[in-house]
C-alpha cells in the first residue's frame, strides 16, 4: 500500500513557475515508477512526466524543456518543478507510484494538486 500526498499547487500568472511535491509513505527506492498526471474541466487525465527507481525520464511532448521531474530518496518525495508556465497547463495535477512484480502491477494515485495559470 502507497499514500500519497500532493502539495505545491496554486494560482501563478502566465510564465511563472511552481514546484509541485508528492511525498509517499513508502520508500519510494522501492517503487518502480512514479510520476504526474493532470486532468483539466471536461479533459482526460494526461500523463506530464515520469521517472523511474533508475532516475530515467519521461516526459509529455507539451511539456519537454520546461517541466522538470526529479526524487528524493531521502525524503520519500518527487518532484516536479514548472516553468514557463502557460494558460493550458492549468489542471488539477495527480502524483502516481507504480509497484510493478513479475506478474503484478499495482497503481496508486494521490488526491490532486490543483494548478491556475492566469493569462
Known amino acids: 500500500q502507497v499514500q500519497l500526498v500532493e502539495s505545491g499547487g496554486g494560482l501563478v500568472q502566465a510564465g511563472g513557475s511552481l514546484r509541485l511535491s508528492c511525498a509517499s509513505s513508502?520508500?519510494?527506492?522501492?517503487?518502480?515508477?512514479m510520476g504526474w498526471y493532470r486532468q483539466a474541466p471536461g479533459k482526460q487525465r494526461e500523463l506530464v512526466a515520469t521517472?523511474?527507481?533508475?532516475?530515467?525520464?519521461n516526459y509529455a511532448d507539451s511539456v519537454k524543456g520546461r517541466f522538470t521531474i526529479s526524487r528524493d530518496n531521502a525524503n520519500n518525495t518527487v518532484y516536479l518543478q514548472m516553468n514557463t508556465l502557460k494558460p493550458e497547463d492549468s489542471a488539477l495535477f495527480y502524483c502516481?507510484?507504480?509497484?510493478?512484480?513479475?506478474?503484478?502491477?499495482?497503481?496508486?494515485w494521490g488526491k490532486g494538486t490543483l494548478v491556475t495559470v492566469s493569462s
Open positions: 521517472i523511474t527507481s533508475g532516475g530515467s525520464t
Open positions: 502516481y507510484a507504480r509497484l510493478a512484480g513479475r506478474q503484478y502491477a499495482l497503481d496508486y
Open positions: 513508502r520508500s519510494i527506492s522501492s517503487i518502480n515508477t
